[in-house]
Structure formats: structure tokens, C-alpha cells
């Protein structure tokens, strides 16, 4: 039967602009009644990402169909950005991929938020006027260093759990890109914030939150690529290996495309995407050998080596198949694919395409 044939293909779209519903407990009841939070076991997941608006057009179908057709066994699903997005439809949904045997990710953008800039201005980055910051987007973001924008976005992260997806991926756990010359109020790095002790907390406290809430609930982060490349946090408070223990899945944005003219030596790194993708799992790989030896105390390979393949389950990179910086036909993306694989990580992929048109040649049947 036709997905389309079994939802109505009415579009209903949720707006948080303020509290979150009051009657999330009988929500909640009736989800449990239901048993929508029990969670397909898939491992490796290799997924494929769709925006809400292809979720709610009949252009799900053709994802459904590579799901179907290829080695495709997860479904990235946006549920929350400047808006959410969940509802029946988005809930029936999840039912029906599940019913397939289709594993199920909400993505969830976190601090950049412009949803309560009228409800709750004092969530977010001011100029030194006092106005509202922008970023060169014109994208508004939520200051995370304020805890009350945690609690928000946790609450509606639960509402996602509750709506039966089998994972939770959290995109934007950073602090925005300032530059030193932009007009904002914000505090000198290393004098009053430190972004990285910021993020970290922020993360414990997630992930201790959906833990109790579900503790079957796999949970996911995506991360800047450089976060594998240079041990600082990159000025956005994202530090590799300081966040690597606080989630199931850890999703670096390996797209060859967004490294700039002589990584890896090459004038154009989209155009190798096999030595880009391999040398940046290699670079994390190298990070989290350090980390294990300086939490053990020693470098005996005996106790390194089981903590080290343990952690390497959890590294499941985000691949480009989009044209920036080269084509990425089918056989630029199995390059990227056969790097993963041969880089020893065994948790899979995801494919971005923000336009959702996938590559299938480069997906085995």
C-alpha cells in the first residue's frame, strides 16, 4: 500500500512559540498504551536524511523505495528546527517505518532557534545595543549558556521519544562562529565562558535527562569534521573528545567540500574524497587512543585496545553526496563509503543531501 494512500497528505506543522503543551503526560500515556517506544535494534544504521517538507509529501515514498532497493535501512527525519514538527502525522509515520523495518532518527537543531525571540528574547545573543544578533545567515541563536533553553529543548527532544522514533540525532550543540570585530555582548573567551565547559555540561544534561526519561533511546551528536583534526574546540565550544562519552553515536560532517585549499595537501579536497574521509577518521582515531591512555593512566595495548574497538562502534560519520567543490557521482560517494570502511569503523553512515536526491549507483542493492 501506497503511503500516501494511508496518510491524507494534509500538512500539519507544529510551531513551538512558547511553553511546551500542557497535556504532554496524557500524551505520553496514550504513546506508551500504544507501544511506540519500543526501538528497532539496527546496527550498522546507513541512512539517508529527509527535510519535514519531504517527510510530508509524496516524495517520502521515494525514499521508502530506496530503503526497499538498496542497502538504505535508516531514515534521518528533521523534527525540529525554527519549528517542530511533531504531531499524528509525524507519529504515524515513525508507525509505518517501523512496521517496514526502517530504523528512525529525528534530527533536532538545537541552539540555533529563532522560534521564541518574541516569547523569550533573553534566551539569546544581543548586540552591545541590546538588539537581537544575527549571524551572517541572518540566523538568530539561543545562548547556550542559559539554562532555560536546555529544559525547552529537552522537553521537546522527549515529545520525539514519545512519537516512537528508534534515535534522537542533536545538530547545533555549539556556540555560533562569532568573529572578533562583530557587535555583540558577549563575554571575552577564557574570561567569564568557557564554550567548551558550557557544551559539556549542556551534553550531561541531556543525555542524563533522555536516559532516565528512556533508557533504551540511542542518542546522537553532530560534530564540525575539524573537531577531528585540532584538539581545541574550534571557538564554537565543540571539543571531540570531551563529548565522545555522552552519546551512543557520534556523527562528524565529513564533507570534502567544506575543507578549505591545502588539508590533506590537496588545492581541492572535494576532489579526493576517499584520502579526506580516511584521513580525518585516522586524525579522530588518533584523538581517542590519546584520550584512553590518558584516562587509564597507561599506553599497554592490552587495556587500550578493547576500550579503543568498544568507542570506534560509536563513530558513524556523515558523508557528502552533493555537488560542491567536484560531481559526486556514485563513484566519488563509494569512495567515501570504502574510506569508512576501511578506516576500521564498523557503526556505518549517513548521506547528506539537502535536497534529498540520493546517488543511488553508489548504494549496493
Known amino acids: 500500500m501506497k503511503f500516501w494512500s494511508i496518510f491524507s497528505g494534509c500538512l500539519i506543522l507544529v510551531a513551538i512559540v512558547g511553553a511546551i503543551p500542557s497535556n504532554t503526560f496524557e500524551v505520553r500515556k496514550k504513546l506508551i498504551e500504544?507501544?511506540?517506544?519500543?526501538?528497532l535494534n539496527i546496527f550498522p544504521q546507513k541512512g539517508i536524511y529527509s527535510t519535514v517538507w519531504t517527510a510530508r509529501a509524496k516524495r517520502i515514498n521515494d525514499l521508502i523505495r530506496i530503503v526497499g532497493e538498496t542497502e538504505i535501512n535508516s531514515i534521518v527525519i528533521d523534527v525540529k528546527d525554527n519549528s517542530v514538527y511533531i504531531d499524528d502525522y509525524l507519529i504515524n509515520l515513525v508507525k509505518m517505518l517501523r512496521e517496514k523495518n526502517i530504523y528512525t532518527i529525528a534530527r533536532i537543531v538545537f541552539f540555533q532557534d529563532g522560534s521564541q525571540i518574541n516569547i523569550h528574547p533573553d534566551w539569546y545573543f544581543k548586540k552591545n545595543d541590546g538588539t537581537l544578533w544575527q549571524d551572517n545567515r541572518h540566523w538568530y541563536w539561543l545562548d547556550p549558556s542559559n539554562q532555560e533553553t536546555w529544559a525547552y529543548n529537552v522537553a521537546i527532544a522527549k515529545q520525539a521519544i514519545d512519537a516512537g522514533f528508534d534515535e534522537i540525532n542533536f545538530d547545533y550543540i555549539r556556540y555560533p562562529a562569532f568573529t572578533k570585530d562583530e557587535d555583540v555582548d558577549f563575554p571575552p573567551e577564557d574570561k567569564i565562558v568557557v564554550k567548551s565547559q558550557v557544551i559539556n555540561e549542556f551534553a550531561k544534561y541531556l543525555t542524563s535527562e533522555l536516559k532516565n526519561y528512556d533508557p533504551n533511546i540511542k542518542l546522537s551528536v553532530d560534530l564540525f569534521a575539524y573537531n577531528m583534526l585540532r584538539s581545541d574546540d574550534l571557538g564554537i565550544g565543540q571539543n571531540f573528545r570531551e563529548l565522545y562519552d555522552y552519546f551512543d553515536y557520534i556523527s562528524p560532517m565529513i564533507y570534502p567540500s567544506h575543507y578549505i585549499s591545502g588539508n590533506f595537501g590537496f588545492e581541492n579536497p572535494a576532489e579526493h574524497?576517499?584520502?579526506?574521509?580516511?584521513?580525518t577518521i585516522e586524525k579522530g582515531?588518533?584523538?581517542?587512543?590519546?584520550?584512553?591512555?590518558?584516562?587509564?593512566?597507561t599506553s599497554t595495548l592490552a587495556l587500550v585496545n578493547p576500550i579503543f574497538e568498544k568507542d570506534l562502534k560509536k563513530l558513524r560519520p556523515w558523508l557528502q553526496d552533493f555537488n560542491i567543490g567536484a560531481m559526486y557521482d556514485g563513484e566519488m560517494i563509494r569512495k567515501e563509503k570504502q574510506a569508512v570502511y576501511d578506516s576500521g569503523l564498523t557503526a556505518g553512515w549517513l548521506l547528506w543531501n539537502p535536497r534529498n536526491v540520493y546517488t543511488e549507483s553508489a548504494l549496493d542493492k
Open 285 to 297: 582515531k588518533a584523538q581517542l587512543r590519546d584520550k584512553i591512555i590518558y584516562e587509564i593512566g
Open 273 to 279: 574524497p576517499y584520502e579526506v574521509v580516511f584521513g
Open 34 to 39: 500504544k507501544k511506540l517506544n519500543q526501538h
